[in-house]
């Protein structure tokens, strides 16, 4: 009923969408929090934890959403020239990339969980306390973050759907713009995630 | 003052009335105008406090005589638990500026609503749903919750009762409150009409935008706190097991980086309303405008270095204690500045004894009261004899309920007439509010007492020597919730039956009272171009 | 046109971005004691700033969001910082 008074504000989109950035950054903070607390309590068995994870499939999976990153950045950059067709692609380019990273972290998980490495497993309940914390950390925080590639996987999806049907375009990208913000910010948890738990020594 | 104006071509047009369009439940549920979806709010929100005050009658009821009353001991931990829970998430935090904020800051900086309506509906929405889930948790499964609303950890990762459910729902609670947060901030600063400079901004809206900042920063913290526990629970992550190298004092920890900023949201919007209503029925400009608004701010910024003064006897290091009980102490200075300038505004004042202004009078009394009793509890040396005492719970009530709740009185009776065009009556408002008063102070402060005295909380049981105060405490519950029910009775008929007032009853100066009461749809038919401060009420008056 | 140049820009950042985790990568392998952590953090910092200044488009945003932005990081740098204080000196 007060559709009249409403009118299109992207800078106001956008400072919307920083800010529910900013909380999702204070919610991973909670767990940088926990992590740093037991890095510093535990710095062996975090060290000994931290090898068992495949530096492979971490840089594999870094340089998958550092690209995808990218490619959203080029999409939105298509669309303000309205180049539909190459903002398309680079879209589903993303969305390829996203998906990947899944799998992998799935093929991760599976062969963490076939060298009985999970909370409360029989090989962490007879390791020295610290390496269990390390691991429920890596669950907890990789699958929320996971959690978060599917939420913005989606988000694309459906951001993908609209440029086809051109209810978004160059005259009106702020879906987009926030969607990638959003991409963006996933990426950016990531490039914390990464040289914390794979790359400790 | 307000003189009587024929109402019959206001109410056609204000936002109460239907439009015809929808069925009439629809056109509530579903509507994103801010006005609306404020007073969804604010009658959820009043039905939630009826419900915990109800559980905090059945406390007091148990506590009247040693020994079991009416309840035994898992009873009573469900019901301090629920009574926290209930209060903590679904009446204190969002209150003030889940209700009035909604209703009152886009008309207030000149907008014709929030800046994002539909995510607005949304936190409502979310807001209910955590509610019933919160509140069927009470039924089924295990049984109610019984970890007290901070729900320590490790018990609440083993007991069998429904903590998963109500930890659930309080994670939802938790992001409708930052969705209103993010909405608030965007829209002070997208959305202030013309010549609403930041330093015209009324102080309510001021304190809003503190408060949402808390909320957007803090509240996440909660979120993630509360899956941790729903990890511990569902997948054993051990995360704070000592057994297995966690360490429980990181919940506690985790769990007051939110929920003592938490406080400042509640404590807040509350500020805000009293900086409203002091000034215009003092019938003087606010002392210190500037610095009330640096206050508030600097609340919502020392309120996120103290958490740790909720902690000083769990074990902490020393340091920390050191640390987190000096940093305590620099919370009092912003809020004594506020305390001053409000009297300063009063002093020389021809001041009007409204109800709205009997409420900001007494949340002066009482907010000090609570705020002079948390130094002792901030002082570590004090706080190892008091802590987990009813001192606590005494300090505690006498800064939420007698600050926010009474701040919450007075902002329902200043912007009664507003919101429904009517006027309650102002006799029978006076006497609620002399009953609540004396309710109030019997039962709270027989609690600071029998704390001193050294009678610890949350124990549905006590030693003989502490009877009378008990008993006190409780003859004052009564009298106190005598008094809530005569004040809601008397805006009930109100409702009804008040006489219809104009657009500025109270010959305020804010925007909100330049609109017709109850406000138009739209809010504003030319949106305002502002000249003056919010205080200069010599421009006020009818318009 | 500006439009190619800001294209080739974020290419150009993704090159830098993929030297970075190069180097993290690198940094590890080698044992510096504590200061691998250290580098570590370093190194994800200059990442993230990139990808927020660039990508994120943060260094043509207002003031509003970029004070923002710092008072976040603060605010986590506090409560990190605070809680220290319990945990080293236990």
New interface residues.
């Given amino acids: 009923m007060n559709s009249t008074a409403q009118h299109h504000d992207a800078e106001g989109a956008k400072l919307g969408m920083w800010l529910f950035l900013f909380s999702e950054l204070l919610l991973f903070g909670g767990l940088f929090v926990l992590f740093a607390v037991y890095l510093q309590r535990y710095p062996l068995q975090f060290a000994a934890g931290g090898r068992e994870l495949s530096v492979a499939f971490g840089t594999v999976n870094t340089v998958l959403l550092l690209t995808s990153s990218m490619t959203v950045a080029l999409a939105l950059e298509a669309l303000r020239r309205n180049r539909r067709r190459l903002c398309e692609s680079l879209l589903g380019f993303t969305l390829l990339a996203a998906l990947l990273f899944l799998v992998n972290k799935g093929f991760e998980w599976h062969a963490k969980f076939q060298h009985d490495l999970y909370p409360g497993s029989a090989t962490l309940q007879q390791a020295p306390p610290g390496r269990d914390v390390f691991f429920g950390l890596y669950y907890l925080t990789t699958g929320l973050h996971g959690l978060h590639v599917i939420i913005g996987g989606v988000l694309l999806a459906w951001i993908l759907a609209l440029v086809r049907c051109d209810r978004i375009n160059g005259a009106s990208p702020t879906v987009l713009e926030n969607g990638a913000l959003y991409w963006h910010l996933v990426d950016i948890i990531w490039i914390f995630i990464f040289p914390l738990y794979y790359l400790l020594l | 003052m307000g003189k009587v104006i024929r109402m019959g071509e206001f109410f056609r047009r204000g936002f109460l009335e239907s439009t015809g369009e929808q069925p009439s439940l629809f056109e509530w549920i579903f509507s994103t105008d801010h006005k609306r979806i404020g007073l969804l709010y604010l009658y959820s929100i009043s039905t939630f406090f009826a419900i915990g005050v109800t559980l905090g009658l059945l406390i007091r009821l148990e506590l009247i005589a040693p020994g079991r009353t009416i309840v035994g001991p898992d009873t009573y931990n469900a019901l301090f638990t629920l009574h926290g829970v209930v209060m903590i998430f679904l009446f204190i935090i969002p209150g003030i500026p889940a209700a009035f904020g909604n209703i009152m800051l886009p008309l207030q900086i000149g907008a014709r609503d929030v800046a994002f309506p539909r995510l607005n509906l949304l936190s409502w929405w979310l807001y209910i749903i955590g509610a019933i889930m919160a509140l069927s948790s009470l039924a089924g499964g295990g049984g109610p919750p019984d970890t007290g609303w901070t729900f320590y950890l490790p018990f609440s990762g083993e007991t069998t009762t429904n903590v998963s459910l109500a930890v659930f729902a309080v994670f939802i609670l938790g992001f409708s409150s930052i969705l209103t947060g993010l909405n608030f901030i965007t829209t002070i600063h997208r959305l202030r009409a013309p010549g609403m400079t930041w330093t015209r901004l009324p102080l309510f809206v001021w304190s809003l935008y503190a408060t949402a900042w808390v909320q957007v920063l803090a509240t996440p913290i909660l979120g993630i706190t509360l899956v941790l526990i729903l990890a511990e629970r569902i997948l054993g992550l051990g995360l704070f097991d000592a057994a297995r190298g966690g360490d429980p004092l990181m919940y506690q920890h985790l769990f007051w980086i939110y929920s003592h900023p938490a406080v400042y949201i509640m404590v807040l919007p509350a500020m805000g309303v009293i900086s409203e209503i002091i000034p215009v029925f003092a019938r003087r400009p606010i002392f210190g405008y500037k610095a009330i608004v640096a206050s508030s701010i600097g609340i919502a910024a020392a309120g996120s270095l103290v958490w740790g003064h909720h902690m000083f006897v769990s074990g902490m290091s020393d340091t920390a204690i050191l640390v987190f009980s000096l940093l305590t102490f620099i919370v009092a200075i912003p809020s004594a500045v506020k305390v001053f300038n409000w009297v300063a505004t009063l002093y020389g004042g021809s001041i009007r004894l409204d109800a709205p202004m009997l409420y900001a009078l007494t949340f002066l009394v009482l907010f000090s009261i609570g705020g002079l009793s948390g130094l002792v509890l901030g002082s570590a040396a004090t706080d190892v004899h008091v802590h987990d005492t009813h001192f606590v719970v005494g300090h505690f009530h006498y800064v939420m309920f007698g600050g926010t709740a009474f701040a919450f009185f007075g902002a329902l009776h200043y912007w009664f007439p507003k919101i429904f065009g009517r006027m309650f009556n102002e006799k029978r408002a006076a006497w609620a509010w002399g009953i609540m008063i004396c309710g109030f102070n019997l039962l709270y402060f027989s609690m600071l007492l029998v704390g001193l005295r050294g009678m610890p909380r949350r124990y549905y049981d006590y030693l003989p020597q502490f009877a009378q105060l008990n008993r006190l405490a409780t003859y004052g519950s009564w009298v106190l919730a005598l008094g809530l029910l005569f004040m809601a009775v008397n805006l009930l008929i109100a409702l009804r039956r008040g006489k219809h007032i104009g657009a500025n009853p109270w010959e305020a100066a804010t925007l909100e009272w330049t609109v017709d009461s109850p406000p138009p749809p739209e809010n504003f038919a030319v949106l305002p171009t502002v000249t003056h401060g919010p205080y200069d009420l010599e421009q006020a008056g009818e318009p | 046109m500006q439009?190619t140049g800001?294209?080739r820009q974020?290419?150009g950042?993704?090159g830098l971005?993929?030297l970075l985790?190069a180097a993290?990568?690198g940094i590890?392998?080698i044992?510096l004691g504590a200061a691998?952590?250290w580098a570590?953090?370093g190194?994800?910092t200059a990442?993230?700033t990139l990808?927020?200044l660039?990508?994120?488009h943060l260094k043509k945003?207002g003031r509003?969001?970029k004070i923002?932005?710092l008072?976040?990081?603060a605010?986590?740098a506090?409560?990190?910082g605070?809680?220290?204080?319990?945990?080293?000196?236990?």
């Fill in positions: 439009h800001s294209m974020l290419i950042i993704w971005l993929l985790t993290t990568v590890s392998r044992h691998n952590i570590a953090l190194i994800a990442k993230a990808v927020t660039f990508f994120m945003e509003v969001i923002s932005l008072v976040t990081l605010t986590l506090t409560f990190i605070l809680t220290f204080f319990d945990v080293l000196y236990r």
